[in-house]
Each structure stands twice: as C-alpha cells, then as structure tokens.
C-alpha cells in the first residue's frame, strides 16, 4: 500500500470554524494492510480512481471513482481495494468539523457529477501544496479547505448540516484541553483535569464529551498517538523511547493503543512509511 501523510506542524486556527490537520495519498499495492480505527477528528475521503468497499462501523458500502466520504469523529472505518481496479485516494484530516445526518448515520457518502471536477481539483491542490510546502502552504491549503466546506454544504442533501464541531466549547472544557495539548507527555489522570477544570470530574468528563465528541481519556490517547506518528515517521527512535516520549506507561501499552487506534502495530506503521520514500 502507497501511503504518503503530510501533516501541519501548526494547523492556522483563526476565525475558521475548521482547520486541516494533515492530507494523505494512498493507492492500493500488494502489502495493502487497512484495519477498523478512529480518530478524534473528521476525515474526508475522496477516490481519485479504482473501485472498492468501505467499512463504517457495522455497515459496507461500495465505492468508486469520485466518490467522496466523509466519517465524523470517533467512528470505526476502514477501507479495502477492489483486486482487478486498485484503489487511489486522498484523506484530509480535518478537526473542527462535524456533519449532523438525519438518518442517524456517522457519515456521509457523497457523489456528484457536477461537483466531480471540482472536488478533484481541492483536493489534489491541497495535496500539490503539502507537497512542495513552499510559502504560506498552510494558508493556501485551509483557504481550499474552508471552499470545499462550502460547496458540501450547498451540494450535500438537505439532511446534512456543518457546524462547528467546538462552538459549544466551554472554558473549563477549553482549559482542560489546551492542558493536555501541551502536557500530554506527563502523566494525566481525570482527577487531574478535573481540577484543571476546576468541576467535578463527572460533570467535566460528561461536559468535555459533550463538547468535543470525544471523552477527555481518550482525547489525550488520540493526542500522543498522532505525536507518536511523526516520531515513528521523522526519526529513528526505539519503540520504548518513542512510548515515553508521548507519555505511556510501557512500549507494550503504546502498542495496544496505537494497533487499536491505527489498525496496524507501530513497527509495520514505520516501515510502511519508509517503503514509500
């Protein structure tokens, strides 16, 4: 499996009401290895050719060219090839961005003759700029981003609506977050953020699941698994070094969390990565 990720050291916030995370291509080879996972932010999927079926929690779909995915946050995906026409794709990660589906379901399977071109051109532009990371890339790419949201919101069925996956956002909550975005290395407990947040841990880890789709636990997990995939794809740390460097308790527990997160272990993660250089 071809898997390139390009990833925003410092994704630009402003006033958007989403921001891009990183983009990803992706193109079936014969080491193809995708399992269940979840993230904690939204992925928009778009195939650029072949054929397949997609996973979303206990349901299969089939997808094909230009079809575009949308999975919320925290729900269970994956993907698998067709053998005979190899999947090609694109993923943006994208956090602050949540569809609310009348029909209950935790995604959206989008497909539009009209908007094809289009939706091809964002994002293969947004992938061009990551790649060449030339000036202001970022800027470019969250300006595409913010068009894209748009033209979904215009062209989707009326049952969808976009918001933003934070505007609830309280300022416990809020406190209790940037503390594990810039402490996820120590060791965290919800006693700890409780008192950060200064409200009953109960009320806080209800009102913090509320807020953001995602318990505060968790969150911290998703944090230092994301930390933990550039180490493992921009230097040439141990397992052990990588683990404590992001704040787990053991190499072993790292990897359970990681596997359950990823559907793959950490080690076939990197060499998966240096494969494709």
């Known amino acids: 499996m071809g898997n390139i990720r390009h990833t925003f050291t410092s994704p630009l916030r402003h006033d958007h009401t989403c921001h891009l995370l990183y983009s990803t291509y992706s193109k079936y080879e014969e080491d193809w290895s995708s399992y269940p996972h979840t993230h904690y932010f939204t992925e928009l999927f778009f195939v650029l050719s072949g054929s397949g079926s997609f996973l979303v929690e206990d349901e299969t779909f089939p997808i ?46 989008f497909h539009s003759d009209e908007m094809k071109d289009r939706l091809d051109f964002y994002f293969r532009t947004i992938l061009e700029e990551t790649e060449n990371s030339q000036k202001d890339y970022e800027k470019v790419c969250q300006n595409l981003l913010n068009i894209l949201v748009v033209h979904l ?112 272990t950490p080690t076939a993660y990197r060499k998966q990565f240096l494969r494709n250089q």
């Open 153 to 264: 919101s215009r062209y989707a069925s009326s049952s969808v609506e976009i918001f933003p996956f934070h505007k609830m956002e309280s300022r416990e909550c809020s406190r209790a977050k940037r503390y594990i975005d810039s402490s996820f290395r120590e060791n965290i407990t919800l006693d700890k953020l409780a008192e950060i947040a200064q409200i009953n841990k109960y009320y806080f880890s209800h009102t913090f699941t509320e807020t953001y789709g995602i318990s505060p636990m968790n969150y911290l997990t998703q944090k230092r698994i994301f930390t933990s995939q550039e180490l493992l794809t921009s230097t040439d740390m141990s397992l052990a070094q990588i683990a404590q460097q992001c704040g787990f308790s053991s190499s072993s527990y790292f990897t359970q969390c990681f596997r359950k997160s990823c559907g793959m």
């Open 64 to 109: 094909a060219k230009h079809d575009l995915i949308v999975i919320n946050p925290n729900i269970t995906h994956t993907e698998k090839s067709s053998l005979e026409d190899p999947l090609e794709y694109i993923v943006l990660g994208v956090d602050g961005l949540n569809f609310v589906i009348d029909d209950a379901n935790e995604y959206l399977l």
